[in-house]
């Protein structure tokens, strides 16, 4: 069965500092994987995804996201850090070629940027 | 509509009644998925549909939750019977099934209470 973990329900860092968010994923074969952002009171939007065209994904507001099979990781990352980059984060993967669009979704990371 | 609605945006309700939860997905999306989002919990997957065919209902956490779609638009979740354990954020998500990696689109929920 797939899975998906999210190390780290809370993380901090300062404005101006990498921000790093670790998912890690658990199928037979690599999924699709996505990353979501939940900005406080507003609903679940997307990120990235990965879909196999490119193991290095870039998102939205300067997010990326580095898919490592090896690893089984899919790990967002963030250069510099704003103060606009607190939210929750949510990693999510969907199998592939197995008939079902179910999507499993991690438990989430809440990110506190210091100013 | 631009987007995926839910109605009500908030629902209070005693414990024993039943609550109907609405959901608008995008037009001309196939699939739709219901998830709860309790506090800490990260996004639980509940249920989705997809086309005509059967709907999984693997993550309905028991027989007091069902859904329909109507149509293959409209979705209601309803649950029967409520406890204070349902007191959750619902969210409804569509997707459009093409290709395999299509991302979801999410409204903006139903927080439910129950007393």
């Known amino acids: 069965a797939q899975s998906v973990t999210q190390l780290g329900s809370h993380v901090s860092v300062s404005e101006g500092a990498l921000v790093l968010l670790r998912c890690n994923y658990s199928?037979?074969?690599?999924?699709?994987l996505f990353w979501y952002v939940q900005y406080p009171n507003q609903g679940l939007q997307l990120l990235l995804k990965?879909?196999?065209?490119?193991?290095l994904v870039k998102g939205i507001n300067g997010f990326e996201a580095e898919f490592k099979k090896s690893e089984t990781s899919f790990h967002l990352t963030k250069p510099s850090a704003h103060m606009s980059d607190a939210a929750e984060y949510f990693c999510?993967?969907?199998?592939?070629?197995?008939?079902?669009?179910?999507?499993?979704f991690g438990t989430g990371t809440r990110l506190k940027v210091l100013a | 509509g631009a987007g995926v609605s839910q109605s009500p945006s908030n629902k209070v309700t005693e414990k024993g009644k039943d609550v109907e939860l609405r959901c608008d997905p995008i037009?001309?999306?196939?699939?739709l998925y219901w998830y709860r989002q309790s506090l800490g919990q990260g996004l639980e997957f509940l249920i989705y549909f997809q086309g005509n065919s059967a709907p999984d209902k693997s993550g309905l956490p028991s027989d007091r939750f069902s859904a329909e779609r109507t149509g293959g638009s409209v979705s209601t979740l309803t649950i029967q019977r409520t406890q204070q354990e349902d007191s959750a954020v619902y969210l409804c998500a569509s997707s459009l099934i093409e290709g395999g990696y299509n991302e979801q689109f999410f409204g903006p929920g139903t927080r439910l209470t129950v007393l």
């Open positions: 037009s001309g999306h196939t699939a």
């Open positions: 199928s037979s074969v690599p999924p699709y």
């Open positions: 999510a993967v969907r199998s592939r070629g197995s008939g079902t669009y179910k999507y499993i």
């Open positions: 990965y879909t196999s065209a490119a193991t």
